[in-house]
């Protein structure tokens, strides 16, 4: 199941990618927002983030203006790779080295034909571990120094 998230500035993104993911028969739970009204990136970023951190969800897609925003706010969640992919090579990387578990697109920066590419792709794209292993495993003790009962060490 994928956790889906958007602000408003990629509201009606996110709807047409939900259309593409219903026509491929691919689950998925709306975090919001479900609207066009005013809203903050940073709520939507944490549900998703927590949805995929709790296991709910596999993983996550998040949408806003860049993503850029959007996917810091998922990266403070413990246990979030969230990567932000305007490409296909940046998206099947993301997932191949990375292992990244929310993928985060820009609605004023790719076109909905390119975002549905990259998610395509990074749906698609298994984690190749070995060596990534190892660096995946770097960057969650560097989180776990850095971050012990919710507190900034």
Not at 11 to 23: M, R, T, Y
Not at 29 to 37: A, F, H, L, R, W
Not at 52 to 61: F, L, N, P, Q, T
């Amino acid at each position: 199941m994928l956790a889906l998230g958007s602000d408003h500035a990629a509201f009606s993104f996110k709807e047409e990618i939900k259309a593409h993911l219903d026509e491929k028969g691919i689950q998925y739970k709306d975090y919001g927002c479900y609207s066009q009204e005013r809203t903050d990136y940073p709520i939507y970023g944490e549900k998703v983030a927590n949805a995929v951190a709790s296991g709910e969800c596999e993983k996550g897609i998040l949408f806003c203006g860049t993503g850029i925003g959007i996917s810091l706010a998922a990266n403070k969640v413990p246990g979030i790779r969230a990567a932000v992919c305007n490409d296909c090579y940046s998206a099947a990387m993301s997932r191949r080295h990375n292992d990244a578990n929310i993928l985060a697109l820009g609605a004023r920066v790719i076109g909905i034909d390119l975002a549905k590419m990259i998610i395509d792709i990074w749906l698609n794209t298994q984690f190749e571990g070995g060596r990534h292993a190892e660096r995946v495993a770097l960057i969650s003790r560097i989180e776990a120094k850095h971050t012990r009962n919710g507190k900034n060490q």
